[in-house]
């Protein structure tokens, strides 16, 4: 009698754990071995938007590019520093500890277009990072046209499994549904819905 006690007790325990087992690859796609990482510049919120709206989607973590002075917050004032950062060569840097990436298996990478290239934080963050392989892709927002980012971008991330990116023009980040309809089939292209 006690043998077959401890026959039905091993056959509960082994089901109790294929169950649990089973209900842990149930969590979603989003789990501990495929995160998510998002990392943004926003200079006036429009990216920064797309970025929210990501990280709740994919569940994932969210990291903003500082930079070590502010640009200006003046449209024509922000355009002079930028350009005159891009002709000399020398963009100013960023500040605070940049994210660890070895936790995350996707990183997207957004920031605005200036003047049809990535804003200057953005170029200085590639510049500076070696992606280790990991698989990345990039979104960015634009008044009304993106010109050369995506080619500029892809010649900037190094060392990356570069996925296709999300390109947007301010419109699409204003109008909820359009911009719930564009971020969904991005991610779905990247396997993530
Ligand atoms: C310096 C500067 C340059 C810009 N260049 C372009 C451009 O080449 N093409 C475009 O469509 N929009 C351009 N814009 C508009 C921004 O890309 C657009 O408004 C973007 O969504 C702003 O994003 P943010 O709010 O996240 O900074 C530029 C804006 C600034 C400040």
Known sequence: MKKIAKIFLCVLFISISMISCSQGNKGGK?????????????ASGTTEKVAKELQRKTKGDIYFIKTNMPYSTDQEVLGKEMALERENGNIRELSGELPDLSNYDLILIGGPVWSGEPSNPIQKYLSITDFNGKKVAG?????????????????????????????????????????ESKINTWLSTLGIL
């Open 139 to 179: 979104f960015w927002t634009a008044y009304g046209e993106p010109g050369d980012y995506a080619n500029v971008f892809k010649k900037l991330v190094k060392n990356v499994e570069l996925h296709e990116g999300l390109s947007l023009i301010n419109t699409d980040v204003s109008n909820e549904k359009e911009l």
């Open 30 to 42: 989003i789990s501990n071995t495929n995160k998510t990482l998002i990392i943004y510049y926003s």
